[in-house]
């Protein structure tokens, strides 16, 4: 009989293949007494787990370098700088003679410690990292333990839909390397190891399906649903038919995109439409060229700060954006001036103080950077030296009133006024937005349309101070909707608004890479998409498949309704 289970589908696409339960290399830690006498011996037995679990790594990352891509070796690289890092191994060597106990029972401790650091950290993102940790104490605890002599071939993972309880990078490099069709793990969120790296490899995968270990047989055929983060057990002959055409359709579009690479967005009835890529670091450039030769419209730069978890010089930073430029190759490059705040956050002298009680409506963004001049200006330095050697434009998040404005425009005067003084080479006509992604944002936008180069819609923000909903809460998720009829009228203001002023309006929020969207937001009048990488193709196709002249009155249309319902409805048939 079928067994349908559900999870959080983190990365789209279709598997069907049997299941491979995993196991990882997991050893639960015993405790023991070991008397001083032998507590050489003891730490001389750490050492050497420590440096089989690093050779492993080092193993791993041989047989996976050539196809793997700079960013997701990181990963792994990740693990190795924590084993390989004197202090890790100091602290649990100093357990060990302390409590008088075995290798595996001071690595937990030591485990135990650096999680409570984690868990009290306020980024969620963050927080996750602790995963890291574990996953490095139990690859050692795994070799300190006895081996069993096994004389079983190894299985053969092609084709098979891993089920675990939680995969390490390594885990999954290996995994994909040994072309694995999914993966469903018990743990884990969006923002997880696994998640990140299947969206980047491109495999599907369902986090968060309690019990699967349970409830999936080990070898049992599967069906994987990335888009919903539904697994199907011992499917139907129906339900075996339904998903194979379903995953024949999805392959035969990717391949199709892969024409569109380097093609022009333009519609049926001829409107040209701009496409360029989000990015978080120069690196992410990478994943932009392999689906699209495209420019960048969104370089969030805390993600350098957050990385190093303090300010950063004006020096770094200009290095880091000149790195991102030259590897766009002559292709434009928006740099959003810094973000933080919010989930975004580095306790450091940057942000000093208690925490906010609602930290995305406290100090974040450009108002934390009014309040701080001095680190500002340091990047508005950086910005405009590096726009002396390309396309090169400045984006101000969380833009709230033209006073802000006002302040920003003092502080650029002055930030070029210190270059003009240092002699040094840089822009002193850069073009200057503003992310519209606060309703008083929105409702201004005629008024910073007028007095800025452009616009850009930050959609994950706009929703979330517009329907009042917190962004990274679960519990509010589910009123969390681009279709609100509130956020549709607010977007329509601002692409209006820029219209009338001949001034560029792009979208650069999560709900522009999202292809159920982008019809009816052609039809709103968006020319200007800014969207994930991996998003770029389809989002495309979309485009080259319709027609303005069309789907404007439809979206007028959906434009006039309250009802959220009907306005999904209308949107499906749209889509349709
Ligand atoms: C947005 O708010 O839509 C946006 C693009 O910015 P971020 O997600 O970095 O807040
Ligand atoms: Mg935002």
């Not at 969120?189 to 399906?209: C, E, F, K, Q, W």
Request: proline share 4%; charged share 25%.
């Amino acid at each position: 009989m079928s067994i349908i289970l559900n999870g959080i589908g983190v990365s789209k696409g279709i598997a069907i293949g049997n299941a491979y339960v995993y196991v990882r290399a997991t050893t639960r830690a015993k405790e023991y007494n070991v008397p001083a006498k032998y507590h050489q011996k003891e730490v001389e037995r750490l050492h050497l787990a420590v440096t089989e679990a690093s050779q492993q790594l080092h193993d791993v990352k041989q047989k996976i370098a050539q196809e793997t891509p700079e960013d997701i070796l990181a990963f792994i690289d990740s693990h190795l700088l924590m084993l390989e890092d004197p202090a890790f191994d100091e602290g649990a060597t100093s357990i060990i003679k302390e409590f008088s106990c075995n290798a595996e029972w001071a690595l937990q401790i030591q485990c135990d410690r650096l999680v409570q650091v984690f868990d009290e950290m306020e980024d969620p993102y963050l927080r996750t990292r602790k995963d890291d940790v574990i996953h490095v104490v139990q690859r050692i605890q795994h070799c300190l333990a006895e081996k069993p002599k096994s004389t079983s071939e190894p299985v053969r993972l092609k084709g098979r839909i891993v089920i675990s309880d939680d995969l390490t990078p390594a885990d999954t490099l290996v995994m994909q390397h040994e072309k694995v069709a999914a993966f469903v793990t018990e743990f884990g969120g969006p923002m997880s190891h696994t998640a990140i790296l299947a969206r980047n490899l491109g495999i599907p995968a369902i986090v968060g399906v309690h019990n699967a270990r349970q409830l999936i047989h080990p070898t049992e055929k599967l069906i994987i649903d990335g888009h919903y983060g539904a697994v199907i057990g011992d499917p139907d002959a129906r339900s075996l038919k339904h998903y194979r055409n379903l995953r024949q359709q999805n392959l035969k579009r990717k391949a199709e995109y892969k024409r569109l690479i380097n093609k022009p967005a333009i519609t049926l009835d001829g409107c040209p439409i701009l496409i360029q890529g989000n990015i978080d670091r120069p690196e992410d450039i990478r994943n932009l060229k392999h689906f699209d030769d495209t420019g960048v419209g969104l370089y969030r730069t805390e993600m350098l700060f957050l990385e190093n978890n303090q300010a950063v010089d004006e020096e770094t930073q200009f290095k880091t954006y000149k790195r991102a430029l030259f590897r766009l190759k002559g292709k434009p490059l928006t740099i959003r001036t810094l973000d933080l705040g919010a989930d975004k956050e580095i306790r450091d002298a940057l942000s000093q103080g208690p925490m906010a009680h609602n930290p995305a409506m406290g100090l974040r963004a450009i108002r934390r950077c009014l309040k701080e001049p001095e680190n500002f200006i340091h990047q508005l330095c950086a910005i405009m030296r590096v726009a002396a050697y390309g396309d090169v434009k400045m984006m101000i998040p969380m833009m709230t009133s033209i006073d802000e404005l006002e302040q920003i425009s003092a502080l650029v005067e002055h930030a070029k006024e210190l270059l003009r003084q240092r002699k040094a080479r840089f822009n002193d006509d850069i073009e200057i937005g503003a992310m519209i992604e606060v309703p008083a944002a929105a409702l201004s936008s005629a008024i910073f349309a007028h007095r800025l180069d452009f616009l850009s819609i930050g959609t994950n923000d706009l929703i979330q101070y517009t329907l009042a909903i917190d962004r990274i809460d679960d519990e509010v998720n589910y009123l969390y909707n681009p279709l609100h009829p509130a956020v549709l009228q607010l977007i329509k203001i601002t692409i209006d608004a820029g219209k009338s002023a001949k001034v560029p309006v792009s979208m650069c929020g999560e709900m522009a890479s999202d292809p159920r969207y982008t019809r009816l937001l052609l039809g709103m009048g968006l020319d200007y998409f800014s969207i994930q990488a991996n998003a770029i193709l389809e989002v495309k196709d979309i485009i080259n498949n319709s027609d303005i002249g069309v789907l404007r009155p439809k979206a007028e249309e959906i434009l006039r309704c309250h009802d959220l319902q009907k306005i999904e409805s209308l949107v499906d048939q749209l889509n349709r």
